[in-house]
């Protein structure tokens, strides 16, 4: 008989009789399901099995007609290699029955006789509650928008998850087995052991905040909540990235510091003016009084400049406190920067050299073109004064979108179009205590007599009144940088061709037009009939609306105001297109009003006032030879 043959018949009669009560007796109260396989892995005992199945279905078959699909080749080396080497081992099987996908443990051992192996005990257990926690487990570390971290005692990194990885930029490789103290602010390295020795000693340690470097040299601001595992000594914490909440917090605090010296100064220049009022005007009472050629005249005369001097101090508080008015209109910025360059160039020594870099295709502002010199002459003041032995000072201008997701980097910017102005020096740059102070009033590092520490809040007013943004970036040794940010208007200024080149175009299509204005109504007529057009005149929404209604012939293009009484251009324009669904509509409009602009249908084509006939007439006939789809 064979060397297997005589194992197999020892299993079989160890299994018969007293052999088998014997088992049933131990392993039949067990949860697990214990089974007996001899060489051929064949079942020779089970204590019991799955529902559906009895013994006597399982006992006398092979083991493999209870492995599931795809576990079939995993299981029989893991039976193959017990039999072989008497180690054992295990794997792991899924089996799905009538109540679902099961996960079952399964531990595989030798049985030996006389030092040989002659059958295997396999012992099965069910783990699908354990593995679906487990995986749950894995599932919300990985995918947690917190930071999830756990080290060592001894401040290694054992475990992060991917989110705090990628907010630090970080591959998770790079950094784990790491000390995590070596990610922290210099600064914040003290308190950071001390609140990690803290939880060590069992504390719970909760809303701790420090800044963690990114890869890319940036810090981030982290608020933490930890504690400790008291079996293996490990640190759990969680931690969820502040730094917009602490900049935006920062930046509300300055906003609210800045509006109340703002309010002051406007109530103090007021005061001020009304008493430099009467300083000056008894001044020049005075001298008219007194003889020519006295020393009280000299002493009048400079009460007077004194008085001059204060009342420049007052203009320059009111525009700091927002209260001068605003005369808008549509600048384009690169040429108010090319007018300017001729005084600028006046304002700075010859060993300061300035350039400057106009954007093509800038978009234009809306804004007070005078309050806008007075910014751009106060930033290059201010960078010459930086730059006492010479440098070089830049005017840039460019176009740039904020998103809502770029406020991660940017948390001052409001998401919008925007030109940019930047004015760069090469000076003596700011500390960041300076920086912060930068746009105070009176505040100044110049010497008495320099400066009234008036410039840059002058400047922060008038950009704050015009709904913009301005940040600096300054380094100790390097320079500033002031950048203005503008919001771009709706209206982009081209130039317009000189209407002597080409002849304007002309039609004989229909026009209705809506023009409450009558000096303007009639100037639009006579242009328009003047090109070949026949001219249906509204002097109001209304009045357009019972035109068209009363015209029965096709009417090619509506031209609207957008500003009308009693119904706006807009809304005209909805109920005309109601009455015609082949329409087209042309908008002009006397202001850049965002309020009414935004009122307009999304790519509605506006003409600004006030236009050139040739460029009425140029946008008509575009408007009239593309498609009414797009109306």
């Known amino acids: 008989?064979?060397?297997?043959?005589?194992?197999?018949?020892?299993?079989?009669?160890?299994?018969?009789?007293?052999?088998?009560?014997?088992?049933?007796?131990?392993?039949?109260?067990?949860?697990?399901?214990?089974?007996?396989?001899?060489?051929?892995?064949?079942?020779?005992?089970?204590?019991?099995?799955?529902?559906?199945?009895?013994?006597?279905?399982?006992?006398?078959?092979?083991?493999?007609?209870?492995?599931?699909?795809?576990?079939q080749d995993a299981a029989r080396a893991t039976y193959t290699e017990v039999l072989r080497t008497g180690i054992g081992t295990h794997l792991e099987t899924m089996y799905s029955d009538a109540t679902g996908l099961r996960i079952w443990d399964v531990r595989v051992g030798p049985i030996r006789f006389e030092g040989e192996v002659?059958?295997?005990?396999?012992?099965?257990?069910?783990?699908?509650?354990?593995?679906?926690?487990?995986?749950?487990?894995?599932?919300?570390?990985?995918?947690?928008?917190?930071?999830?971290?756990?080290?060592?005692?001894?401040?290694?990194?054992?475990?992060?998850?991917?989110?705090?990885?990628?907010?630090?930029?970080?591959?998770?490789?790079?950094?784990?087995?790491?000390?995590?103290?070596?990610?922290?602010?210099?600064?914040?390295?003290?308190?950071?052991?001390e609140a990690f020795n803290n939880v060590l000693r069992g504390n719970r340690v909760t809303d701790f905040e420090n800044r963690y470097r990114r890869k890319d040299g940036q810090y981030r601001v982290f608020s933490w909540r930890s504690t400790v595992d008291p079996i293996t000594g490990d640190v759990y914490a969680v931690a969820r990235d502040i730094?917009?909440?602490?900049?935006?917090?920062?930046?509300?605090?300055?906003?609210?510091?800045?509006?109340?010296?703002?309010?002051?100064?406007?109530?103090?220049?007021?005061?001020?003016?009304?008493?430099?009022?009467?300083?000056?005007?008894?001044?020049?009472?005075?001298?008219?009084?007194?003889?020519?050629s006295t020393d009280l005249e000299d002493y009048l005369h400079e009460i007077e400049r004194a008085g001059r001097r204060a009342s420049e101090l007052t203009v320059q508080l009111l525009a700091f406190s927002r209260r001068q008015p605003l005369r808008l209109m549509l600048v384009d910025l690169n040429e108010l920067v090319r007018n300017l360059m001729k005084m600028l160039r006046r304002l700075l020594p010859e060993n300061i050299a300035i350039d400057s870099i106009a954007a093509p295709e800038l978009a234009s502002v809306s804004a007070d073109p005078t309050q806008l010199e007075q910014v751009i002459v106060n930033l290059c003041v201010n960078a010459r004064d930086a730059m006492e032995g010479g440098g070089r000072l830049t005017l840039e201008t460019s176009n740039v979108v904020?998103?809502?997701?770029?406020?991660?980097?940017?948390?001052?910017?409001?998401?919008?179009?925007?030109?940019?102005?930047?004015?760069?020096?090469?000076?003596?740059?700011?500390?960041?205590?300076?920086?912060?102070?930068?746009?105070?009033?009176?505040?100044?590092?110049?010497?008495?007599?320099?400066?009234?520490?008036?410039?840059?809040?002058?400047?922060?007013?008038?950009?704050?009144?015009?709904?913009?943004?301005?940040?600096?970036?300054?380094?100790?040794?390097?320079?500033?940088?002031?950048?203005?940010?503008?919001?771009?208007?709706?209206?982009?200024?081209?130039?317009?061709?000189d209407e002597s080149r080409s002849p304007s175009p002309r039609g004989t299509e229909t026009i209705l037009l809506a023009e409450d204005e009558e000096m303007v109504r009639r100037a639009v007529v006579h242009i328009l009939e003047g090109a070949g057009?026949?001219?249906?005149?509204?002097?109001?929404g209304l009045d357009a609306i019972r035109l068209l209604r009363e015209h029965e012939e096709p009417v090619h293009l509506v031209v609207l105001d957008v500003v009308m009484p009693e119904l706006g251009g807009p809304e005209t324009w909805e109920r005309l297109r109601s009455l015609r669904k082949d329409l087209r509509?042309?908008?002009?409009?006397?202001?850049?009003?965002?309020?009414?602009?935004?009122?307009l249908p999304p790519n509605a084509d506006v003409v600004a006032k006030p236009f050139r006939p040739k460029e009425l007439l140029s946008r008509i006939r575009s408007k009239l030879d593309e498609s009414p789809t797009r109306s």
């Open 402 to 497: 904020f998103k809502e997701q770029d406020r991660e980097r940017h948390p001052w910017a409001k998401p919008g179009r925007y030109v940019v102005l930047c004015v760069t020096d090469t000076g003596l740059g700011m500390t960041d205590a300076v920086r912060e102070r930068a746009f105070e009033p009176f505040f100044t590092t110049k010497s008495a007599h320099k400066g009234s520490g008036l410039g840059l809040s002058t400047v922060y007013g008038i950009v704050q009144q015009h709904d913009g943004m301005i940040v600096v970036d300054s380094e100790v040794g390097k320079g500033s940088t002031f950048r203005v940010y503008l919001r771009a208007d709706t209206r982009v200024v081209k130039p317009v061709e």
């Open 118 to 193: 002659i059958g295997l005990v396999v012992i099965t257990t069910e783990v699908t509650a354990q593995r679906r926690a487990g995986a749950d487990r894995d599932r919300f570390f990985s995918l947690s928008l917190d930071m999830l971290v756990v080290a060592a005692a001894t401040g290694h990194l054992k475990r992060i998850n991917p989110a705090f990885g990628e907010t630090l930029g970080y591959e998770m490789s790079e950094i784990i087995d790491t000390p995590f103290i070596n990610l922290v602010h210099p600064d914040d390295r003290g308190p950071t052991v």
């Open 533 to 540: 057009y026949r001219v249906l005149s509204a002097v109001n």
């Open 585 to 599: 509509v042309l908008f002009t409009s006397g202001y850049a009003d965002r309020q009414n602009l935004q009122r």
């Open 243 to 292: 730094t917009v909440h602490r900049t935006t917090e920062a930046q509300l605090h300055q906003a609210q510091k800045m509006d109340a010296v703002g309010q002051l100064a406007g109530g103090i220049a007021h005061d001020f003016n009304n008493l430099l009022q009467a300083i000056l005007g008894n001044t020049a009472l005075a001298l008219e009084a007194l003889p020519h």
């Open 1 to 71: 008989m064979r060397r297997g043959a005589e194992q197999d018949d020892v299993l079989l009669r160890w299994l018969t009789g007293d052999g088998y009560a014997t088992l049933d007796a131990i392993t039949g109260g067990a949860l697990d399901v214990i089974g007996v396989l001899d060489r051929d892995l064949v079942i020779r005992y089970v204590n019991w099995t799955v529902p559906g199945l009895t013994r006597e279905d399982v006992v006398g078959h092979s083991v493999f007609n209870l492995v599931p699909p795809g576990y």
